[in-house]
């Protein structure tokens, strides 16, 4: 059973290593749209595989957020990927298979993937 | 939508929107009632948070979708489409707000109606809104008739201490898993679909 006891050794674990998160200025951020329509087109199992396959390759640096509605829903899902220093890239009918070549492309080699954009797809 | 999972993850947004600081989410199930049929049984789910709350007039017309405060387009679904998924089940609908303290929407359902909309995965829903809103505070509370269990992340806030985010991976991963124990002790077992669907 987990314990409150295992939270404390997590915690003292950080402690001792101080290389636990808190704000990271650097860090590339995934927003995915979590109002009604986004959840309705199916955002959910999105934002799971990015939380999934960041968490495979062990990407310390990125935060997967959620955000409001752009305005754009008969786009939706839709995500917006902000990497410090470069434009903010829209893709939009996201899937989790989409999002899987994303973190692989986009997060990690730096390679935004132009099909999924807005652009490709307006 | 496709499970009341996702209708929940949408009503806590108007939460966060409303700028709550604390969010207690109730997913209870009665089986065992007296005044239920021998077949029936109920669902409830409570959203209760203590955000900017509406205005009488604003609380008048929010079941009405094209009642809106979003600037990017016109109409409101969340609420409308919670109340429907209720009611469509013979099951009931009720939400109650007041400026300054806060909201409170209950939802009722009948679970054998054939427009029952399954449950879902409701743990997914809690995990992602805590990883997404790190700074609220979520209570959590699943129960059928007479057992239930709790998250509460001001509990956990309090072993953490400040130095360790709610939303890191280490703590994250500690949070699904004991969603999993507590929820598999709490049905036996079986998944949320096989008991709510
Ligand atoms: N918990 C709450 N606290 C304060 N105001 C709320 C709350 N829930 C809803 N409201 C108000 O009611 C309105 C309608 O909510 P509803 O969820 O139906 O639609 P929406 O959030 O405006 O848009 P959508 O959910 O379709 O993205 C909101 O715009 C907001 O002004
Ligand atoms: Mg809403």
């Known amino acids: ?122 | 939508m496709r499970e009341l999972s996702l209708n929940v993850m949408d009503i806590v947004q108007n939460s966060v929107t409303a700028k709550a600081t604390f969010i207690e989410i109730i997913v209870k199930e009665i089986t065992n009632d007296s005044l239920l049929s021998i077949n029936d049984s109920l669902l409830s789910i409570i959203i209760k948070d203590n955000g900017c709350g509406m205005s009488e007039k604003q609380l008048k017309n929010v079941t009405d979708p094209f009642f809106t405060t979003r600037t990017t387009r016109s109409v409101g679904l969340g609420i409308p489409l919670f109340k429907m998924e209720a009611e469509q089940t013979g099951g009931s609908f009720s939400i109650d707000s007041e400026i300054g303290l806060g909201t409170t929407l209950k939802a009722n359902f009948v679970t054998s109606h054939l427009d029952m909309t399954p449950l879902g995965n409701i743990n997914s829903t809690v995990s992602i809104l805590i990883r997404c809103n790190p700074d609220i505070d979520f209570l959590y509370r699943r129960s059928i008739d007479d057992k239930s269990f709790d998250l509460d992340t001001k509990e956990l806030r309090q072993v953490l201490g400040n130095d360790v985010p709610l939303n890191s991976s280490e703590v994250m991963q500690w949070i699904d898993e004991y969603l999993k124990e507590q929820t598999q002790n709490l049905i036996g077992g079986k998944d949320n679909n096989e008991i709510i669907g």
């Open chain 1, 1 to 122: 059973m987990k314990s409150l006891a295992e939270l404390q050794a997590i915690r003292d674990k950080a402690k001792q290593q101080m290389n636990m998160r808190g704000e990271q200025p650097d860090a590339i951020r995934v927003l995915v749209g979590m109002a009604t329509c986004g959840i309705a087109a199916g955002a959910k199992p999105v934002l799971n595989a990015f939380v999934e396959e960041a968490a495979k390759r062990n990407l310390q640096n990125v935060i997967i957020t959620q955000t409001g509605c752009i305005g754009i829903c008969q786009f939706e899902p839709v995500v917006e990927i902000e990497i410090p220093g470069q434009d903010k890239v829209t893709y939009v009918k996201m899937t989790p298979e989409k999002a899987v070549r994303i973190v692989n492309d986009h997060l990690v080699n730096n390679n935004v993937v132009t099909e999924y954009t807005i652009g490709a797809n307006s």
